[in-house]
């Protein structure tokens, strides 16, 4: 999908560096054809947000080669894997990450004024992949083993075809990219989308935003970060927003005025941190997607927003409930899984719970596969109860257990490190006020690793390893566990 064009505005504002819609599409072309010189099939890009990684995007495109955006917070056996099961032939990356690959033939170029390595690797044999991929993104699952998911060109234009009719009321003209871009959000709502629109993507280093990893987060360096740019739209996952909003309550500022939409998705969002977020100046909505979806499905905006839904369809896309309670989705779906010859379904089965309302939102409760069963049989989604606990000020992660228990329990990670005893049992007393009785929690324990992937506790993309954290913390919640 090429970008609007026949325009001297900004396409990419990397800070530094600044590419108009003409000049991109000169660099991508340029790019496309060295790709082609080196007989390139299946690209990997390794690389930090810049302007050259939307040429990279745009040029594997024009030159016909399957895209494999690495994320840089992979772990390195994740990034081998990903690259092995994908055939990739030839890595772009930066110089220092060239050395990852000693068995490649490196040899240098410049995209977009930034100096790049390009690691031609062997391959023995081109793995299955369904006919027609443009892109494999890597997600990495409970397991934390990547599983590819093969997109195609033309599901993953629906989506942005979609998100810029249904963001047209707003007028959105600059966007700040918040989310790495080998995150398939951000690539498609946050590049194809805005680009396809003509507004200037603001594609500076992840760091200059005060992230680092899959889950540092500096919330005062993004606040600044925001203010310089003064962007139009966002992207956050609800963590991030969670950090920012707590950063502006504490610190007495607001967002700036320029924002008209703050996407959060990758995870339940909570009515009360929404409203807590708009109060601080932050235009917060909750959206869905998933990437065997080709990313974005549906979306709350400005004059059609109902907090604590996820929103309703985009123009691309089709929703309906399975009678088992299961959501399904049609419409923009992605070609199969690499190395699965099964295609799939005209209806994609997403795993997760919830159900639509008369108006058209859709409602998600969790997943299906973590529902828990109580020892009095009543069944309870974990990610509903966790999302209370994560909307009062002194929780920043929750995970909840209570399959076969008689009652429900949680590990819990503060917001402040300094935070007591007596206020986290306040938090949990709140949370439990909205709940009925058999979804309140009656032990609690103190985290004793940090959610994220550096201390096994969460997966690459921040999603809980219940298993390890119940291990972990079986002895404070008194739950007897298999070894």
Partial sequence: MSPRSGTAGVALDGGERRLTFAELEAEADRLAERLRAEGTRVLATLMDNSPAWVVADLAAARAQAVHVPLPVFFAPGQIDHAVRAAGVDTVLTPPAFAARWPQGAASGLAVAGQPLSVVRLPVAAAPPMPAGTAKITFTSGTTGAPKGVCL???????????????????????????????????????????????????????????????SGFDAARFHACTVAQQPHSLILLPQMLRAWSGYLLHSGQRAPDSLKLVAVGGAAVGARLLHDARALGIP??????????????????????????????????????????????????????????????????????????????????????????????????????????????????????????????????????DASDAQLQAAVDAANATLPDYARIRRWARGRASFDAASGMATANGRPQRAAILQLHADALDIAVTP
């Avoid at 989308?193 to 603001?202: D, K, N, S, Y």
């Avoid at 070609?335 to 159900?355: C, E, Q």
């Fill in 152 to 214: 195609g060109a033309d599901a993953m234009r629906r989506v942005a075809e979609g998100l810029v009719e249904a963001m047209a009321p707003l007028d959105v003209r600059r966007h700040l990219c918040a989310l790495p871009f080998a995150v398939l959000l951000e690539n498609v709502a946050g590049v194809m989308a805005p680009l396809l629109r003509g507004a200037t993507c603001v594609t500076l280093p992840l760091q200059q935003l005060g992230l680092d990893g899959s």
């Fill in 284 to 417: 917060a909505f909750e959206g869905y997607g998933l990437s065997e979806g080709a990313s974005v499905q549906t979306l709350n905006l400005p004059g059609h927003d109902r907090p604590g839904a996820a929103g309703r369809a985009l123009p691309h896309a089709q929703l309906r409930i399975a009678p088992d309670g299961e959501v399904e989705v049609a419409g923009s779906l992605f070609l199969g899984y690499l190395g699965d010859a099964t295609a799939p379904p005209r209806w994609w089965p997403t795993g997760d719970l919830g159900r639509i309302d008369a108006d058209g939102y859709l409602h998600i409760s969790g997943r299906k596969k973590h529902l828990l069963i109580t020892a009095f049989g009543r069944n309870v989604s974990p990610e509903w109860v966790e999302t209370a606990l994560r909307g009062e000020h002194a929780i920043a992660q929750a995970v909840v257990f209570g399959d076969a228990q008689p009652a429900l329990s949680a590990v819990l990670w503060p917001v402040r490190a």
